[in-house]
């Protein structure tokens, strides 16, 4: 790996992007650079505005206050200078060329990469392509496991195949649900019925999401899930405890103690994850131990079924009465923030925020050097 001078590692840490989670983003970067010792690693920061262009050295503070007034002139780039840049994907010459600067003047040379960015164009496996491409080290999962964990029936698919149990289920395309919407609600009543709950495929932080409890308001959660893509997923209502567990490390997962989430709302959709601050996390979650174990080893073995790195949250139902565990989704860029469940779990399991990032960043350079052994052409 290539350091600056005093052994320093450079990181880039990318946030913000083209994507419904831009602002949690924000947030989530601005913890990871605070925990980040800089007697270690010289941070470099990345942003991504909504419209999709790249700046280099630009605080999340900033972005966010470009992103609302769209002016250049609220940017601020840090000492070592800056600008609207991109990704280098020539692997002989690793890290970001600045648009705005002469050739001479526009490398900035990095070592490992800390992607994020929650959901689309961040989450998805897109980001995580172009940085195979650039043959970049890089921090949580790789192409597949992030594209397979964004789209939530693919996932639901390899969950099944490996023994976790999930709640039942229908798929809908947005072009069948407009051209014949009656007889799709009709399948959904049939197969699912009420209440239910619709969802983008394709999102996170509970974006689009509904309850549906009758047909007028199934046609309404339907055609809110349309917007956000192409696929739309419909679940049956479980009556259950929402669990959390965070997962960390390659090729052996280790997973941390369960935290449950008490919603503050019907169910735990977006205003309540970060608006009305009123949902309520109960770490580590009241349960037996051997239910602990139960959703421990379920965590890891769904993680590997989606040949995960890194990191990812895996979100469990505990039904009531029955007291079965249902995987619900995992999540492969997690919430980052000082509070969120993610770095939360891990502190109550004995890991602290500081330490999380510095195994992260580990993880990548170690995930890094064993694709290395790997041969890319036929000699």
């Not at 990318?14 to 602002?23: A, N, T, V, W």
């Amino acid at each position: 790996m290539n350091t600056v001078a005093g052994g320093k590692l450079k990181v880039g840490v990318i946030f913000g992007g083209r994507s419904g989670e831009h602002e949690v983003s924000l947030v989530s970067a601005k913890s990871i650079m605070k925990a980040l010792n800089p007697d270690k690693y010289e941070v470099i920061p990345v942003g991504i505005t909504r419209q999709g262009a790249w700046m280099v050295g630009v605080k999340p503070d900033a972005l966010l206050e470009y992103g609302k007034s769209g002016s250049r002139s609220c940017l601020a780039f840090n000492a070592a200078g800056g600008g609207k840049a991109s990704l280098n994907c020539d692997p002989s010459n690793k890290g970001l060329m600045l648009l705005d600067k002469p050739k001479a003047e526009n490398q900035v040379q990095l070592d490992v990469l800390f992607p994020i960015i929650h959901g689309t164009y961040g989450e998805d496996g897109t980001l995580q392509g172009m940085l195979e491409l650039a043959d970049m080290p890089y921090v949580g999962c790789g192409v597949l496991a992030s594209a397979v964990g964004m789209d939530k029936t693919v996932a639901k698919r390899l969950f099944h195949e490996a023994g976790l149990e999930i709640a039942p289920y229908k798929e809908v395309l947005r072009s069948r649900f407009r051209s014949h919407p009656d007889a799709v609600i009709s399948e959904i009543e049939g197969e699912l019925g009420y209440p239910c709950f619709v969802k983008p495929v394709n999102s996170g932080s509970s974006v689009g999401i509904s309850k549906a409890k009758n047909r007028e308001s199934l046609q309404t959660a339907l055609t809110l899930a349309a917007q956000y893509d192409r696929k739309i997923l419909i679940e049956a209502h479980i009556d259950a405890r929402e669990i959390e567990v965070s997962v960390l490390g390659n090729d052996d997962p280790i997973s941390s103690l369960p935290g449950e989430i008490v919603p503050c709302n019907e169910f735990y959709d977006y205003n309540a994850k970060y608006i009305d601050e009123r949902s309520e996390l109960k770490i580590p979650a009241d349960l037996s131990p051997e239910t602990i174990e139960q959703i421990r080893v379920m965590a890891v073995k769904a993680y590997r079924a989606l040949d995960c790195a890194g990191m990812a949250r895996v979100d469990f139902f505990l039904e009531r009465g029955s007291n079965r565990v249902i995987i619900n989704e995992i999540n492969t860029i997690p919430g980052f923030t000082s509070i969120s469940m993610y770095p939360k779990l891990w502190e109550a399991t004995g890991i602290s925020y500081p330490e999380l990032v510095d195994r992260l960043v580990d993880l990548a350079i170690e995930r890094y050097r064993d694709k290395q052994e790997s041969l890319s052409t036929v000699s």
